[in-house]
Structures are given as structure tokens and as C-alpha cells.
């Protein structure tokens, strides 16, 4: 049994933190919207003497081990389904750069979720996957159904939104990875102390988390500088422009002409 999974890459429009919750999360509201930058899983499932779970993939930035949501969410599905014991493999073409606020390890386990759950003919509801998205993190829920939604909560809680055509490009430092953890205690600090950023109030942002980390990275700087219309998505370091294209440089990665989508996860075949 083998499948390709599509996993698309999202951008937040608009993020707000709201505070932090008992279990240590951030509660959000945030306008995410998928985009045209995937990564691709090719699953396969063959009857075995005991479940493995195997990963591979095209990146030297990520682990192919326990360490990755990916393997996590085939942990995940195993436990909460009463299927025999099949040797898992999945191999992950990785295009969504890391610790991007892209979504991209995200994408990649809500994928994995849908995946497995086409390939054992679909033994979980579409509301079970949601509750299993919902124990990994915080942006599986959206990206498995992907388009235009208001997020609220850790972002589990979606509002679909009406669907805008746009074009989108992205430009990230290529040697800035910034991980939720730092992006999110920044914020926390920087609000307990009265922090005035030399960009503004933080109402000014339309990303709480622009406004937390940009006066400690230059590179970031540079891109505000550079594209004062852009805006940061998710935890960074990846901004975003609409209808406008970034040039290239040999410190930047960037990505010209997406678009705005209106699809989560799908299978390819």
C-alpha cells in the first residue's frame, strides 16, 4: 500500500497573542492562509511482524528518527487505531524551508495523519484526526484543512474564512532559523517589561511576534528596511508580500509567484 501526500505551507496574515494558558501555550488569534510551497510524503504500509516506522527524505535539516512530528504522528496513529502490525515508510521531499513560521514540520505530521488514514481506509473520522492533530501542535488542525481561516486557542479552534486569490512571495534569512519557543518567551519578556521596538507599538505589527523579535535580528531588519510592506509569518524568520516580489540575494532564500490556496492536505495518488 503506498500514497503521495501534498502538504502545503501556510502564512499568518495577521497574529495575535492573547496571552499565555495554564498548559504553557500561547492562545492566539490568527488569520493563517495556506500557499503554493509544499512538501511531499510518499507513504507506503506492508504487513510486518511488528510496526517500524522508517523515515527518509532529501533534507540535511531535519531528523529521520523519533525526534521528527512526522514519526510522532505515525506514533500517534498507531496507538489510536487497532490495526495489525505493518512496517511504515515515509519519505519526506522537504521544500518548506525550517524553523520558518512556515508550518512545515506542522504540515508535514498533519500529512502523515491523512496519509496513513487513506492507506488503512480511513479507520478515524474526520473529527478523531482533528483530536490527534490537536495533541501534536498547534497549526496541524489548520493545515489539514487548510485556505483561509480565523485561528483561535493554540490554534485548533478554525473559523473558516471567505477565500481571497493572491499572490505571495517569501524571503528568509537563509542562516535565521528562529523556533515557537524563542519567538513566544520573547513575547512574553518583552510584553512584562514595556518593550518599545524602534519599529513601533506593537499594535503597529500585524504580527505580535514581528514586534517581539526584529530589534534582535539584523537580518530581519535588513528585510523590513528593504520591504517596509512585508510582513513576518508565524514565529519567523520568513516574511511574506503580497503582489509584490522580492530580489534575490546569495544571503536570502526566496520564493517568487505562489499563491494563495484554498486546500489543506490532499492525496496526489
Given at each position: 500500500m503506498k500514497t503521495k501526500i501534498q502538504c502545503p505551507a501556510k502564512i499568518n496574515l495577521t497574529l495575535k497573542v492573547a496571552g499565555k494558558?495554564?498548559?504553557?501555550?500561547?492562545?492566539?488569534?490568527?488569520?493563517?492562509?495556506?500557499?503554493?510551497?509544499?512538501?511531499?510524503?510518499?507513504?507506503?504500509?506492508n504487513a510486518a511482524e511488528k510496526f517500524e516506522i522508517k523515515l527518509s527524505g532529501n533534507s540535511t535539516e531535519i531528523p529521520y528518527n523519533e525526534k521528527n512530528l512526522v514519526y510522532k504522528a505515525a506514533m500517534l496513529f498507531i496507538e489510536h487505531t487497532n490495526l495489525p502490525p505493518h512496517k511504515i515508510e515515509i519519505y519526506i521531499d522537504k521544500n518548506i524551508p525550517v524553523a520558518a513560521g512556515l508550518a512545515g514540520g506542522s504540515t508535514d505530521a498533519a500529512g502523515t495523519l491523512y496519509g496513513l488514514n487513506k492507506i488503512f481506509n480511513e479507520p478515524l473520522s474526520l473529527?478523531?484526526?482533528?483530536?490527534?492533530?490537536?495533541?501534536?501542535?498547534?497549526?496541524?488542525n489548520f493545515c489539514l484543512e487548510g485556505g483561509r481561516q480565523m485561528t483561535k486557542g493554540r490554534g485548533e479552534v478554525l473559523?473558516?474564512?471567505?477565500?481571497?486569490?493572491?499572490?505571495?512571495?517569501?524571503?528568509?534569512?537563509?542562516?535565521?532559523?528562529?523556533?515557537?519557543?524563542?519567538?513566544?518567551t520573547k513575547f512574553s519578556q518583552k510584553q512584562a517589561a514595556g518593550f518599545q521596538s524602534k519599529y513601533g507599538q506593537k499594535d503597529n505589527f500585524k504580527n505580535d511576534l514581528e514586534w517581539a523579535l526584529i530589534d534582535d535580528y539584523r537580518e530581519l531588519?535588513?528585510?523590513?528596511?528593504?520591504?517596509?510592506?512585508?510582513?513576518?509569518?508565524?514565529?519567523?524568520?520568513t516574511y511574506f508580500s503580497v503582489n509584490a516580489e522580492f530580489n534575490p540575494t546569495d544571503?536570502?532564500?526566496?520564493?517568487?509567484?505562489?499563491?494563495?490556496?484554498?486546500?489543506?492536505?490532499?492525496v496526489l495518488n
Open positions: 494558558r495554564d498548559d504553557g501555550f500561547h492562545n492566539i488569534e490568527s488569520i493563517m492562509q495556506t500557499i503554493s510551497l509544499y512538501d511531499y510524503l510518499t507513504i507506503s504500509a473529527t478523531e484526526l482533528h483530536k490527534l492533530c490537536a495533541k501534536l501542535g498547534s497549526d496541524l473559523e473558516k474564512l471567505p477565500f481571497e486569490k493572491m499572490n505571495v512571495s517569501l524571503i528568509k534569512p537563509k542562516n535565521l532559523g528562529i523556533s515557537a519557543k524563542e519567538a513566544y531588519q535588513d528585510i523590513k528596511d528593504l520591504y517596509p510592506q512585508s510582513t513576518m509569518s508565524g514565529s519567523g524568520s544571503d536570502y532564500w526566496t520564493a517568487n509567484n505562489l499563491v494563495t490556496t484554498e486546500h489543506g492536505i490532499c
